[in-house]
Structures are given as C-alpha cells and as structure tokens.
C-alpha cells in the first residue's frame, strides 16, 4: 500500500510540474536527474531519392529489439534503462512531438526504479519502469478507470497510463494534445516498450 501511496504521490508532483524537466525524486523515492542531454530535432528515415536526399516513410527506425536468447526482465532481473528501450526516432513517431532535452535518471543495475523523460516541443514524454506485485498493482485509487488492450491488465490515473507486464509496472505519461490522444500515444509506447523489458 505505501509503494502506491509513493507512486501516486510521483504522479501528483509530475502532473504539478507540468513536465518541468525535473522529477519530485524525493517524493519518487529515486535519485536526482543525473544528466541531461539536450538533443538535435530527430532525422525522419526512409529510402533514398534519386537525387540522394532521403524521403521520409512515415516510419520510425525501431531501437535494438532483445538480443536473440537474452531473457526478458518482466520477472526477474535488473530494470532496463528506459532511455535505452525507445530510439529518438520512435518516440518522435509515436507522439507527433519534435525532442527538445532527454531527462535521464542517472540510475545503476539494481535500482527498484528507473525513468527516462524526454521534453518535447508543446508536451512530454515520461516512462517510470518499477517492481510489483499483481496484488499491489490492483491496489489502485477509485479515480482510476480500466484500459484494455495493453499488457496484462492496465489503468489510467491523473493522465498516467499504469501497465503491469510480469512485475513490471510501467507508467507511461505523454502530454502534450487531447486527454484522448495522449493516452493513445501512451497505449503506443507501452505496446512497443513491452518486447524490449
């Protein structure tokens, strides 16, 4: 129950900041932001012209999938970070928002919570990985409403989308549109998070 009180209260402080690029890492029981990395507008991929000059596809290139015969850590294991799991590419393809800074957590091996945000023109991106239970994880706040279609069972609270993949819980939050599309672009990145945890 405190595990979901300190959740929650990580999620108030986020929905308070408004994205500011720093993290209530006091209130998320993590550590302070540990770097910073400002980024170039992400390059659109496709195929070359005639001429050489790239033509974009519509597609982003998929960060490395698993290595082949690499257990997953839905269960058991060291978190991934997850500014490793999404390419700058893709999170640009699955927001429709250019990258302005990466936010990462400056975390190690063995952390019980890793996040990776990524500040985007007119909105955000922000991907909390932590261990739970089942049992936990059902302990949500009457607020919350039910989200099928992604992982094994998920809710969305105060524009979070929880997703609960093994012992994972993945909290993903996108703002920057509707709350209806925000919370399609976060089912998006869970979906394409899932494979790679």
Aim: glycine content about 12%.
């Amino acid at each position: 129950m405190k595990h979901r009180l300190v959740a929650l209260t990580a999620v108030v402080a986020v929905a308070f900041t408004g994205g500011c690029g720093a993290l209530g890492s006091a209130a998320a029981g993590v550590s302070d932001i540990g770097s910073t990395t400002p980024t170039s507008k992400a390059t659109p991929t496709g195929e070359a012209g005639p001429t050489g000059d790239v033509k974009a596809t519509g597609k982003a290139a998929p960060a490395e999938e698993k290595a082949p015969g690499k257990a997953s850590v839905k269960d058991a294991g060291d978190l991934p970070d997850p500014c490793t799991l999404l390419s700058e590419a893709e999170v640009v393809d699955l927001t429709d928002r250019e990258i302005t800074q990466i936010d990462e957590d400056g975390g190690a091996a063995g952390d019980a919570t890793r996040y990776c945000q990524w500040q985007q023109s007119g909105g955000q991106l922000a991907v909390f990985l932590s261990r739970t239970t089942a049992e936990d994880f059902d302990i949500t706040i009457n607020e919350a409403e039910w989200v099928d279609g992604v992982g094994h069972d998920a809710y969305t609270h105060s524009g979070h989308l929880y997703v609960l993949h093994g012992t994972v819980q993945i909290d993903v939050y996108s703002r920057g549109a509707s709350d209806a599309q925000n919370l399609a672009d976060a089912k998006s990145v869970a979906k394409a998070l899932i494979p790679r945890i």
